[in-house]
């Protein structure tokens, strides 16, 4: 295959790759926007997640401990071979 034609196989392939209309840019709220950026935000969502435990750490607190049973068996002496 010759160089030129390798060249206009590449140059004909990128034009077909192009698109062929320009896109109109999606219109959107400055409200809409605000939205998205504070609820997409890892930041704002780690704090808010925080504030949910420290909640539910402050209500835990607050409640009696799980209760506990113990028992032994036998006479409480090392066992003898």
Do not use: W
Not at 16 to 43: G, M, R, Y
Not at 45 to 71: C, K, N, S, T
Request: glycine share 4%.
């Amino acid at each position: 295959m010759s160089k030129r034609l390798l060249i206009i196989i590449c140059i004909a392939a990128s034009a077909l790759a192009l698109p062929t209309q320009a896109q109109q840019p999606k219109s959107i709220s400055i409200d809409a926007l605000a939205n998205n950026v504070v609820s997409s935000n890892p930041e704002r969502r780690f704090y808010v997640e925080q504030i949910h435990l420290a909640g539910a750490e402050r209500a835990a607190a607050g409640r009696l401990p799980d209760p506990e049973l113990a028992f032994e068996l036998g006479n409480g002496e090392p066992p003898t071979s």
